[in-house]
Nanobody, 123 residues
């Protein structure tokens, strides 16, 4: 089993930055992809960005491309999401997730989820 704990959310003005952290514990050796999703009020959960656990390749949603950067520190079993140039539409609960099957691009299931952290961007 793997446990994921997010931190770093909060309230920020439009144009500002925040960095989210996701610390993994447990059977982290089984993980091959880490990622971030978000869910705004009244909307479905959507994919934000993901990173391969070993090679560091990344993908991101078009809505955050050029503004958000995902990274990982294998020594700390932690995945980060650096969010820059935040806009009110980025307001959501952000969830860290991980999977141990499939690839960065397809396949497998997001088996592990964190509890979520609130990000609020004021205009």
């Amino acid at each position: 089993q793997v446990q994921l704990v997010e931190s770093g959310g909060g309230l920020v003005q439009a144009g500002g930055s925040l960095r989210l952290s996701c610390a993994a514990s447990g059977s982290t050796f089984s993980l091959n992809v880490g990622g971030w999703f978000r869910q705004a009020p009244g909307k479905e959960r959507e994919f934000v960005s993901a990173i391969s656990w070993s090679g560091g390749r990344t993908i991101e949603a078009a809505s955050v491309k050029g503004r958000f950067i995902i990274s990982r520190d294998n020594a700390k079993n932690t995945v980060y999401l650096q969010m820059n140039s935040l806009i009110p539409e980025d307001t959501a609960v952000y969830y860290c997730a991980a999977k141990s099957s499939g690839t960065l691009y397809s396949g497998g299931a997001w088996d592990y989820w964190g509890q979520g952290t609130q990000v609020t961007v004021s205009s």
